[in-house]
């Protein structure tokens, strides 16, 4: 049974920080993202990595904020968050995909998920 698990979600004041963890259990998948999605919006690609090579992609709006890693030994997706704003408040996905067509903030791309684990940023 494949699972991807996150963890680390919270509560902080605009400019703070938080790492979010996503670790993925009986498979091991070509592409690992991050997304989210806020009350009302649709659900969007926050940051994407290629397991194998190591290339990461950003949404514009978090370009210099965060970083998405990964630790191989331990099947784990990390997404570090810097200078949090109120507007990245949202709920966050770990997602994984073995599909090789798409782009990498696609949702249809992406055939496992997490539950979600939730950020607020307050002013």
């Known amino acids: 049974l494949v699972q991807l698990v996150e963890s680390g979600g919270g509560s902080v004041q605009a400019g703070g920080s938080l790492r979010l963890s996503c670790i993925a259990s009986?498979?091991?998948?070509?592409?690992m993202a991050w997304f989210r999605q806020a009350p009302g919006k649709e659900r969007e690609g926050v940051a994407a990595?290629?397991?194998?090579?190591?290339?990461?992609y950003y949404a514009d709006s978090v370009k210099g904020r965060f970083t998405i890693s990964q630790d191989n030994a331990k099947n784990t997706l990390y997404l570090q968050m810097n200078s949090l704003k109120p507007e990245d408040t949202a709920m966050y996905y770990c997602?994984?995909?073995?599909?090789?067509?798409?782009?990498?903030?696609?949702?249809?791309?992406?055939?496992?998920w997490g539950q979600g684990t939730q950020v607020t940023v307050s002013s």
């Open positions: 009986g498979y091991t998948y070509r592409l």
């Open positions: 990595i290629y397991t194998g090579g190591g290339s990461t």
């Open positions: 997602a994984a995909s073995d599909r090789y067509v798409g782009s990498w903030f696609a949702v249809w791309r992406y055939n496992a």
